[in-house]
């Protein structure tokens, strides 16, 4: 009888453990898709597909939509991070400089997405019919691409310092 009390006793710790754990799983695994992400897309997908498919529209078709969905991925993963820490931290978390490193990304994600993105899709529609890299736009999008490409390798390399940082609590 008192073995089966100390078995529940230690169960229902355990599982109170795990939910006061929740949070910081949450995190670890919002860094890991985010960062992940970011790498396996922009580095490894991406170039697979201009390499291995003859139709570069179709290859930066299905390149932009993985970029679109990673920024989402990184909207949602920072705000959580950023909720985490300061609910965790408070007000100390202004002083981290994993916080400032998370903002950083989130405001390089959002100018990606919202600012330089847009951009883009206007030039690929305004060559329309013929691909943006045959028309007088080219140059132009070959400007903005190369903008795109730096704000991401920076947002990638900020990537790899918070996972050298998450452990900074």
């Not at 820490?85 to 990304?105: E, N």
């Not at 993105?117 to 030039?123: C, E, M, N, R, W």
Request: charged residues 15%.
């Amino acid at each position: 009888m008192r073995l089966a009390a100390c078995a529940i006793s230690k169960s229902s710790t355990s599982t109170t453990s795990d939910v006061k754990r929740l949070p910081d799983l949450l995190a670890i695994w919002a860094l890991a898709l985010w960062v992940g992400g970011l790498w396996a897309v922009g580095y490894l997908v991406a170039p697979l597909l201009f390499h291995h498919l003859d139709d570069r529209v179709l290859a930066g078709m299905l390149a932009g939509r993985m970029f679109d969905a990673m920024a989402w991925v990184g909207v949602v993963a920072a705000t959580w991070l950023l909720m985490f820490r300061l609910v965790r931290h408070g007000g100390a978390a202004l002083a981290q400089t994993f916080f400032w490193v998370v903002v950083l990304m989130l405001l390089l994600t959002l100018a990606g997405h919202f600012g330089i993105q847009p951009i883009l899709a206007q030039l690929k529609e305004a060559a329309l019919p013929r691909d943006v890299m045959d028309s007088l736009f080219r140059d132009r999008f070959a400007t903005w691409h190369g903008v795109a490409s730096v704000v991401y390798l920076i947002n990638s390399l900020l990537g790899l310092v918070l996972l050298a940082k998450q452990h900074a609590r």
